[in-house]
């Protein structure tokens, strides 16, 4: 058997119970250790610890504070874009009259140009047929005498009478189409 085994068969050795010389030496040391621990490392480590706390108390402090900014922002660009929207809107609404106002404008001014250019040809019409007129009564007027002088055989160059007997003749002529013209109406 071996030198141990020799030992603990002449002792009762209980290896739960420590001899009492080795247990004060533990105890102190204990003590020892513990004291340093406490003096030297126990100030440190609650030193590491607060500035952790701080760190993160103060990290959730500023993210809340940043959150809180971000949402204001958030809103303040809210606001804005709602106001820019609605700005957009009544820009475009006052371009919509500005442009209806434009085409009635240019609707008018169409309509007065039509109506002067209207008005103008009726004029020009009127006189051309004055013009017409004037000219048809003195070339019938010289035919119609041309043709009696022919007939009759003899010369009619009395202009003032002639002229006369001719205007009279056609404004008759005149008198009955315009009577003419009211009854078939």
């Not at 993160?56 to 820019?84: D, H, K, P, S």
């Not at 047929?129 to 019938?140: E, I």
């Not at 160059?157 to 001719?166: F, L, N, T, Y």
Request: hydrophobic share 45%; with cysteine.
């Amino acid at each position: 058997m071996s030198l141990i085994a020799m030992q603990l068969a002449s002792e009762d050795f209980n290896p739960l119970i420590p001899k009492a010389p080795e247990l004060i030496i533990g105890l102190i040391c204990f003590f020892v250790v513990f004291g340093l621990l406490g003096k030297k490392l126990l100030p440190s480590i609650e030193k590491v610890l607060a500035e952790r706390r701080d760190q993160i108390e103060g990290g959730m402090e500023r993210a809340t504070a940043a959150q809180a900014e971000a949402q204001a922002l958030l809103e303040q660009y809210r606001a804005e874009l709602a106001e820019a929207r609605h700005e957009a809107a009544r820009i475009t609404e006052h371009a919509r009259e500005q442009g209806a106002a434009l085409i009635r404008e240019m609707r008018e001014e169409g309509q007065h140009q039509r109506d002067a250019i209207i008005a103008a040809g009726h004029t020009q019409i009127e006189h051309d047929k004055t013009q017409a007129t004037a000219a048809l009564r003195q070339d019938v007027g010289s035919l119609a005498s041309q043709l009696a002088s022919r007939i009759v055989g003899e010369s009619l160059e009395d202009h003032a009478r002639q002229s006369g007997v001719i205007n009279r003749f056609l404004d008759d002529l005149e008198a009955k189409a315009d009577a003419s013209a009211a009854v078939a109406k």
